[in-house]
C-alpha cells in the first residue's frame, strides 16, 4: 500500500523528529506526528523508513503502541508500508525483545503482516531469528502457528530465498540457546542443508569459536570461569565477572546444542570411497604411474566430523564419536581420514583422541589419500591456523613439538605407511626434512641467541658474585684480615648464597656455550637442545635468586633496625628482581618442563612398559545346535 507523501514537511521537522526518537522524547514524537499529513507514515529518511519504523527499531514500544491505537481503522492497510529493503514495520519490531507487545498490536490491526517478506525473502520471524531476539521469536513462533493451523505454509517462514533456515542463521549469528528452542520446536531443519549443501551441525563444526571461553592464559580468569554460575539470572555487575558469564554461558549453550545435533543430524554417514585409488610405491625405479590424478571435485561439503577437525572444535569431535564410533572411518574428498586431517591442521587433542581408540587407529594407520601420502607425509602439508596469532610458541619449540609427534604416529604406523613414496617418488622423512627447512633454520637463530643472550645475563652475575666475595659486608679485620661480621647469623646465609650464586651462574654458562657450539641437527632440536636450555634457565634463575638472597642478607646485615617490618620490607624490595625476571620467563620455563616431563615419561614406559589388555573372551559356538540337530 503506498503512502501519500507530500512536500509541506521540510528538513527542519524531520531532524527535529529523528532527534526526538534517537533521545526517547515520545511525547514529542507523538505531538508532531499528529500535525504531519501522513501522522505516524511519514517517511523519515532516505530509505524510506517510517516513523513507525524508526520507532520500533529504537525500542520505543510505549510509543508504538500508542500510535497505533491513535489510528483509525481506515489507516490499518497503510500499515504494511515497506521500506527500501523491503522491511515492514514489524520486520523493524524483531530488531530487540523490548517490543512484544507493540508487535502483538501490529497483528491485531495488519494481520498480513505476519507472512510479508523482505527483499531478502526474510518473513519477522526469520528477521527475528537473525537478529537473536529470542522473545519476540518465541512470540511470533505462536502466531505462525495460528497461522499454519489456518492453512498457511510452514515452509515460507522458515526459509529465506538462499536456502538458508533459521537454524542456520542463529548458529552463524551464535545465538546457541535461540538454536536449542528451535531445534526443539521445528526438528525437521536439522536435515535442511543450506545453498552450499551444510546442514546446522556442519556449520557449527566449522565455528571453533563458539567453544572458546576467551580466558586463554590467565589463571585468575580461568578460576573464574571455573566456579561462576552462568545462569542468565546471576548476573553481575563487575563487567569482567559478567563477561566471562556470558562467555560461559555461551560455550555451555554450544555444547548443549552440538549434543543435540549430533543426535538427530544423520549427515554424519555421508562419506567417501575408501577405495585407495592410489597405487602404493615403496621404491622409485618404476615408471611413474599414470593415476596421478587431480583431485575429483566434491560434489558435497565434507561430513561434519572432518569439518569440526578441521576448525578444531574438539567437543564436536568427541560427541560425533561417542555417539557413533563407526564415523572415524570418515573419508574426504582428497582420501583422507580423521588422522591425516588433524595432523594436517595439528589438532593434537583429536589425534589423542583417536590413537587412544585401540580398535579404530588399526583401521586408519595405514590409509594413504589420493596424492600416495600416509599419516606421516601430513607432516609436511601443514595447513596455516585460523588463528596464527594464538600460536606464540618460538620456532624452535615449534619445530621440537612436530618432531616429537612425527615420531609417535610413526610408532602407530605400519612398517608399509612409513615406507610409502608419494607421486613425487618422496617417503615421509624426505618431504620433512625439506619442508622444514626454513624452520630450522629460524628454530637455530633463536636458540642461538636465547643462549647468547643468557650467556651475558650469567657472565655478569658470576662478576658480580666473584667481586661480592672479597667485599664482605662490613668490611675486614684490619688486623686479621677477617670480616669483622663473620659471627652474625646472616653472614653465613650472605656468604653460602653468594657462593651458590657464582656456582650456578657459571654452570649456567658452560651449558649455554654447550648450545652455540652445538651441530644444530634436526634430531638435536627434538630433546637434546631443549634439555640444554632447560638447564641452563634453572641454574640461571637459581642463581638470580641466590644473588638476590646475598644481596638481602647484606641489606640486614649493615642497615637493618632490627625490627621485624623492616626487615620484611627489605626482602620485598630484594626479590623484586627475581620475581619480575621469573614472570618474563614462566611461559618459556613451563614449555620446557612439560617436554622434560614427556621425556621422562617416555622413559618410564620403556623401562616399565604399561600392561598389555587382555584379549576379550572368544564365544564358544560350538554348543549352539546345528541346522541338521534342529527338528
Known sequence: MNVIVTKDEDEGTNAELYNALSRGEDMKVFEICHGLTNGPFHTLTIHNDTIFHMASFNKRNNLV???LRSLHESQFEKLTWINSSGNTILHETTTNNGTVEAAREMLCRAPSLLMMTNKLGETPLFHAARHGKIKIFKFLSDEVERAVQKGAD???FLLRNDKSTILHVVI??????????????????VAVKDGDGLTGLQLLACNPSAFDNGVGHSFLKRQIYNYIDCSPEKRSRVPMFEEIRKRKQRCESAKELARILVEKDKSWKATKSRLDKSRAKFHKYEGRASALEKRDVASAPDTPLLLATKSGCTEIVKEILNVYPQAVEHIDGDGRNILHVAIKYRRLEIIDTVINMAHS??????????KGYSLLHMFSVQAKDSKPEDDIRNPALILRDDLILFERISKVC????RLQLNFNEETAEQMLLEKTTQLRVDAKEWMKNTAENCSIVAVLIATVAFAAAYTVPGGPNQETGYPLLKNKPFFIVFALADALSLTFSLTSVIVFLSILTSSFRLNDFRYSLHNKLLLGLTVLILSVSMMMVAFAAT???????GQNWTNVFLYIISFFPVTVYGYSYIHLYKLLINAFCEKMWMLKEAIFPPCVNVAPPQADFTRLPTASSIP
Open 555 to 561: 641489606l640486614i646485615l649493615t642497615i637493618s633496625s
Open 172 to 189: 552463524l549469528s551464535q545465538n546457541f540457546d535461540l538454536a536449542i528452542f528451535i531445534t526443539r520446536r521445528y526438528p525437521r531443519l
Open 414 to 417: 605400519t612398517t608399509s605407511a
Open 361 to 370: 587407529i588399526r583401521r586408519l594407520r595405514g590409509k594413504i589419500d589420493k
Open 65 to 67: 503502541v500508542a500510535l
Open 154 to 156: 510452514l515452509e515460507m
